[in-house]
T-cell receptor, first 111, second 112 residues
Framework: RKEVEQDPGPFNVPEGATVAFNCTYS??????FFWYRQDCRKEPKLLMS???SGNEDGRFTAQLNRASQYISLLIRDSKLSDSATYLC????????????FGAGTILRVKS | NAGVTQTPKFQVLKTGQSMTLQCAQD?????MYWYRQDPGMGLRLIYYSASEGTTDKGEVPNGYNVSRLNKREFSLRLESAAPSQTSVYFC???????????FGSGTRLTVV
């Protein structure tokens, strides 16, 4: 079983739509959680950290459910520029604070 | 404002050849990492260096060696390249435990 699992998609949505991505992680000792964005043939870039209380950054909202070991990302009012692969990422101390990446979910926003 | 710099950006090797991928960061980060990314697999950790003078194996270290030359530089060496090492390689650095990583732009390596 993969340590971090994501629906690979692709999610094809029209501009202005709301889209949600889900992610599950297997190691209950995971301590830190992130969403990264990766554009085609580019490096991953940090989109936002994810906190237990939930957090929002503009059109993006991230949620964490530790009991279910579940992370989500909600994108409201999708823009063409949101088209990318979204990577769910966890970090846990027992692996030397290394980031463990999901394989990513592809989002395509169309006009 | 360079961040993490990787060289080369592209490389084609023949099976059995060796090469070193270079990585340097100018953010004074202690920790540095090498990942490979393959289709459908996500990024997998090859080696990491928690601080200058230390290196440790990650998830997929076989066929690779690393050197943490100083605080800024962390190189990845393929001693005898194999087609299975065809991949995109990313170097990253981190300020500390609670922080995410900053990635370099990647090296696209093809082994024929």
């Amino acid at each position: 079983r993969k340590e971090v699992e994501q629906d690979p998609g692709p999610f094809n949505v029209p501009e202005g739509a709301t889209v949600a991505f889900n992610c599950t992680y297997s190691n209950s000792a995971s301590q830190s959680f992130f969403w990264y964005r990766q554009d085609c043939r580019k490096e991953p870039k940090l989109l936002m950290s994810v906190y237990s209380s939930g957090n929002e950054d503009g059109r993006f909202t991230a949620q964490l459910n530790r009991a279910s070991q579940y992370i989500s990302l909600l994108i409201r009012d999708s823009k063409l520029s949101d088209s990318a692969t979204y990577l769910c990422v966890v970090k846990h101390w027992e692996y030397g604070n290394k980031l463990v990446f999901g394989a990513g979910t592809i989002l395509r926003v169309k006009s | 404002n360079a961040g993490v710099t990787q060289t080369p950006k592209f490389q084609v090797l023949k099976t059995g050849q060796s090469m070193t991928l270079q990585c340097a960061q100018d953010m004074n980060h202690n920790s540095m990492y090498w990942y490979r990314q393959d289709p459908g697999m996500g990024l997998r950790l090859i080696y990491y260096s928690a601080s200058e003078g230390t290196t440790d194996k990650g998830e997929v270290p076989n066929g690779y060696n690393v050197s943490r030359l100083n605080k800024r530089e962390f190189s990845l060496r393929l001693e005898s390249a194999a087609p299975s090492q065809t991949s995109v390689y990313f170097c990253a650095s981190s300020r500390g435990q609670a922080y995410g990583y900053t990635f370099g732009s990647g090296t696209r390596l093809t082994v024929v």
